[in-house]
Each structure stands twice: as structure tokens, then as C-alpha cells.
């Protein structure tokens, strides 16, 4: 009974704490990205990269400048990893091989976070801050700068601009991640998480036997890891290290960290578009999808049995801390699968099949309920483009969507938006299914060795980076496969998602007639639901029976 008061209490603290931030962090995003005015500091940044910070830009520049904004990314972080032996702070790690280095680069500016690698071993203190943290920053703002674009294309008219990136980037590291980040980086600190430079320390452990354990700059990373939903772990056992996560209260806090941007940019999106009912219909989406998830893992994890835990001992409690059992794992897994964090308190691969299966198919609805930031809101508003049309088809009228008319144009990129992870997802678990020494990097056989390889590309072509940890991924394919998987999952979405703007924009607005379906009210909501379970859930269906379902028929 205390546990499940314990876990209720969780959640409601969690879900109060995310709605008092929904007004003042919506509104405010929205103020950064909507003000005319440069602080001092962006002025500089612009000065020195040779940016106008008053111009805007057509799509397409906006869509070069991101791509060679990640491009230089990847090479200079690659070049990180690969000459950490002769950096400070090095702690004596070697330099990654090639393929690793790739994997990594690719995963960290892709906001992905997959690690192929132990963080503590394979990693000095340098690479952490200045490698991968700072990419924790940047791949961030690309993400909701991307969708500020997006946004932008529905409350321009007659115009072929959508804003500067190179603005966008900068504001919302300046104004919003480095402030939030330092802020929650004390809280942690005060909560427990460790915050220095130490190198390897001897412990001690409870069986006797005695372990080196780094120090390290954890609590700067962790909150922003979080906040950013990056995911990438200092250590290896990521949140579940006592060092990054030491009680139930900074467990809370981090689910919290990797949720609020992301819930409360619908907020920002009805705001800049001028009605926020629009608003209310996505978050409510959001929120539906999100309970369910929770729930269902919940249920799932507290009812089934294992060899090594059952009902007596309160649950699944295999692959879990002990210190934060069952009801505060599931809220972490189905919280991280649902964004695009990828980091992880528990692991995932001992998780029963109805529990592991939910935070698959987390994945697979497109990490839309809130999703990543920026990512998950251009991706529920390209479904809510779908759902538009498909409602125009039921009645037979052009459908229109605040404002704008979805052509056969519109509907081209949305539609390419939506099938191009499912492609690469199924396709890359097919090739390494096909391929006898990439299915000899499984743990188990049968359904569950399927389950590991399904997730393990599930959630690089998401950009998720959490792992069905059975799979021994840190090979030349696997590495390579799924670096490449990454890039184009993250970047390839941003062209379709981009030209959208682009052609929304330039588009004369449409007067609201009789005839105009509401996209504020309950059954739009309801509308959009459908077509996310069904247009986007179902088409992994036939891999889903596959791996987790016929797991559970066993």
C-alpha cells in the first residue's frame, strides 16, 4: 500500500509541477523567439560568426545553415574523440576507434545520445564538458529552432522567409538552456549529485571487493542532459548511478527536467500563432498519450512475474534500483521513451514484454508525447497536418489548417515526414537480422534477441539513444549502421518539416468559414489521437508481434 501511495504521490507532484510551468515557460519561450531586441552577449556571437542578426532567411538557407551547422559539428566532435589521449583531463583513457568516434559524433549532434561505450572508462573529463555537453546544447536549440521555422510558416503570409537559425540557435541557448541549466545543475548539487574533477577513486564494495569509481563534473551534465532530452549517461549505468541519481527526489527531478520544455512548447505554439486554444488540443494529445504509456508500463511491471522477483516483492523488480523501485521506473522509462532523452534508471531489457514493448512503441509513435524538444512538437503538428486532411476527405471540402490550405504540396512533405523513420527503422533491423555475425551480437534468441535489435534501431532512427541493453553494439556495422541511421533520422525529417514552412508561408491566408473544421475542440483532439495510434503506430505492427507480443504469448 505505501508503495502505491508512494508512486501516486509521484506522479501527481510530477504532473502539477509540469502544469505550473506550462504558462510562464511557454510564454516565455515564445517571448525569445518573437523579440525584436539582441542582447548584448548574441550580438557578439553574431559578430563573430559574421552574421547578420537582423536578416532573415528563405527555407532553404535555413535548411543549409542547419545542415552545416551539424556537419562541422560531427567533424569537430569526432576529432574530439579521437585525440582525448593527448587532452587535459584525460584520466589516462585511450582514444576511440573510428567507428566509435563516428557513432558517437553522429549521436550526440543528432540529440540521439545512444552510447556504445562506458561512459567512465572510455572518457576524460574534457570530452564531457566541452565534447559532449556542449553538443547537449546545441542539438537542443537546433530542435526548437527547427519548429520555431515550422511555426513561423503558419502566421506568415505571402512571403518565402522563416526566420534566421543562426538567431534562433543563439537565443535559445543564451535565454533558455544555460540559465535553466545552471540553475537545476545546484539543485542537483544540493540534492546529492556530484559536481568535481576528481579522478579515479578506490571503492570499496559490499561483497568486499574494491572498484576504481571516477569523480567528474556530473551534476552540470546531468541537468542538462535532462533538460535538452539528450540522455548520454556520465556512467555507464546513466540514472541509475547513485552519482547521477542519488534518491527518489532527484529521480523526480530529472523526469521533470526531461518533460517541461517539451510540454510546454504547444503553449509557445499557441501563442506565437495567435490562438491558444491550439494550444490546449496538442497538450491534451500530449498528456492522453503520455498517461496511457505510464500506465500501461506500470501495470505491467507490477503484475508479472519473474525468476527473481514477483507479486511479494512488490513487482518486476529485476534490471531496477532498489532505492527507486517500480512504480518511480516505469514513470522514468515511459517519461524517456516518450521524449527523445534516451537516459534510463532501470534497465529496459528486463523489463517484462508488455512493459519493454510500451517503451518500443513509445518510440515508434515518433516520441511525440511531448517528444524531444522542438522535435516532438513539429512532429505532432506535421500528424495534426494528416489528420487535417484526412478530416477534409471524410466531408469533401479542401481541408485547411490555421489558416492555410493543405495542397497536394503539403501533404507531399508530411507524408514523406512520417514514412521516413518507420523506413529506416524496419529496414535496418531487417538487414541485421539478414546478417548472421550481426545477429551473433545478441544476448538472447527468439523474440526477445529480436526485441534488442528492433529497439536498438528504433531508437537511433528516433534520436531516443536508450538501449535494450542485451545487444553488443560496439561493432564496425553497429556502429557505423546506426550513426548513419541517426544522422538521417534527425536531419532528413528537418528538410520535410522545413519545406513545409516554406510552403506554408508563402501561402495567402484563408478567411474561416462554416465550413472550416475546428482544430480546438475535443473531437479534433480525438481525431489526432487516432491518427497517431493508427497511421504512425500501426505500421510497426507486423515487427511489434515479432519481438515483444509473441514474447508475451510464450
Known amino acids: 500500500m505505501s508503495d502505491t501511495l508512494g508512486g501516486w504521490l509521484e506522479i501527481l507532484a510530477l504532473a502539477a509541477a509540469v502544469a505550473l510551468s506550462f504558462r510562464p515557460l511557454g510564454d516565455y519561450m515564445a517571448h525569445i523567439l518573437t523579440s525584436r531586441k539582441h542582447w548584448r552577449v548574441e550580438r557578439l556571437v553574431y559578430r563573430a560568426g559574421g552574421m547578420d542578426g537582423d536578416a532573415d532567411q528563405i527555407w532553404t538557407v535555413y535548411l543549409r545553415s542547419v545542415l552545416a551547422f551539424s556537419a562541422v ?13 593527448h587532452l587535459p583531463l584525460a584520466l589516462g583513457t585511450p582514444q576511440m576507434s573510428a567507428s566509435q568516434a563516428f557513432n558517437t559524433a553522429a549521436s550526440f549532434v543528432t540529440n540521439t545520445n545512444w552510447q556504445s561505450y562506458s561512459g567512465e572508462a572510455a ?11 556542449v553538443q547537449n546544447f546545441l542539438s537542443a536549440a537546433v530542435g526548437i529552432a527547427v519548429v520555431t521555422a515550422f511555426i513561423r510558416g503558419f502566421t506568415r503570409t505571402r512571403t518565402d522567409r522563416v526566420g534566421n537559425f543562426w538567431v534562433d540557435l543563439t537565443r535559445v541557448v543564451v535565454r533558455l538552456l544555460l540559465p535553466m541549466a545552471f540553475v537545476f545543475a545546484i539543485v542537483l548539487v544540493a540534492a546529492g549529485v556530484i559536481q568535481n574533477f576528481h579522478g579515479f577513486q578506490d571503492a570499496t564494495a559490499i561483497a568486499g571487493g574494491s572498484q576504481k569509481i ?30 547521477e541519481n542519488p534518491t527518489a527526489f532527484t ?19 499557441g501563442v506565437m500563432v495567435g490562438d491558444k486554444r491550439q494550444s490546449w488540443t496538442i497538450v491534451a494529445v500530449m498528456v492522453l498519450i503520455w498517461a496511457a504509456s505510464v500506465t500501461l508500463i506500470t501495470v505491467n511491471e507490477l503484475h508479472s512475474i519473474s525468476s527473481t522477483a514477483g507479486h511479494d516483492a512488490g513487482g518486476m523488480l529485476e534490471g531496477k534500483e532498489q532505492r527507486l523501485g517500480v512504480w518511480a521506473s516505469a514513470l522514468f522509462a515511459a517519461s524517456t521513451t516518450l521524449t527523445s532523452t534516451g537516459a534510463v534508471d532501470s534497465a529496459h531489457d528486463s523489463y517484462s514484454p508488455g512493459g519493454g514493448g510500451m517503451t518500443i512503441f513509445n518510440m515508434m509513435l515518433g516520441e511525440i508525447a511531448p517528444g524531444g524538444t522542438g522535435s516532438g512538437l513539429y512532429g505532432i503538428l506535421v500528424l495534426a497536418v494528416i489528420a487535417v486532411f484526412v478530416a477534409g476527405l471524410m466531408v469533401g471540402r479542401t481541408p485547411e489548417y490555421l489558416g492555410k490550405k493543405l495542397t497536394g504540396r503539403e501533404m507531399r512533405f508530411a507524408s514523406l515526414y512520417i514514412l521516413t523513420t518507420p523506413a529506416l527503422v524496419l529496414a535496418g533491423a531487417g538487414i541485421a537480422m539478414a546478417l548472421p555475425g550481426q545477429r551473433a551480437a545478441m544476448l ?48 532528413l525529417p528537418m528538410v520535410f518539416v522545413l519545406a513545409l514552412a516554406g510552403s506554408l508561408a508563402g501561402q495567402r491566408p484563408v478567411p474561416v468559414t462554416a465550413g472550416t473544421l475546428p482544430t480546438h475542440r475535443p473531437q479534433f483532439a480525438g481525431l489526432l489521437t487516432a491518427v497517431v495510434v493508427i497511421v504512425v503506430g500501426l505500421t510497426y505492427f507486423p515487427a511489434l508481434a515479432l519481438g515483444p507480443l509473441a514474447e508475451g504469448l510464450r
Open 214 to 243: 571516477p569523480g567528474g563534473p556530473v551534476a552540470s551534465q546531468e541537468a542538462i542532459k535532462e533538460l535538452g532530452t539528450n540522455g548520454g549517461g556520465f556512467y555507464n549505468a546513466n540514472s541509475a548511478h547513485p552519482f
Open 123 to 133: 572518457l576524460g573529463h574534457l570530452v564531457q564538458m566541452t565534447g559532449l555537453a
Open 251 to 269: 529521480n523526480l527531478i530529472e523526469i521533470y527536467l526531461l518533460l517541461v520544455i517539451s510540454f510546454c512548447l504547444p503553449r509557445t505554439f
Open 73 to 85: 559539428s560531427v567533424l569537430f566532435l569526432y576529432g574530439f574523440l579521437r585525440l582525448q589521449n
Open 444 to 491: 538472447n534468441s527468439g523474440p526477445h534477441g529480436f526485441s534488442e535489435v528492433l529497439y536498438a534501431f528504433t531508437s537511433a532512427a528516433n534520436n531516443n539513444g536508450s538501449a535494450f541493453a542485451g545487444l553488443s553494439s560496439n561493432t564496425t556495422w553497429y556502429n557505423t549502421a546506426l550513426g548513419l541511421i541517426m544522422l538521417v533520422g534527425r536531419l
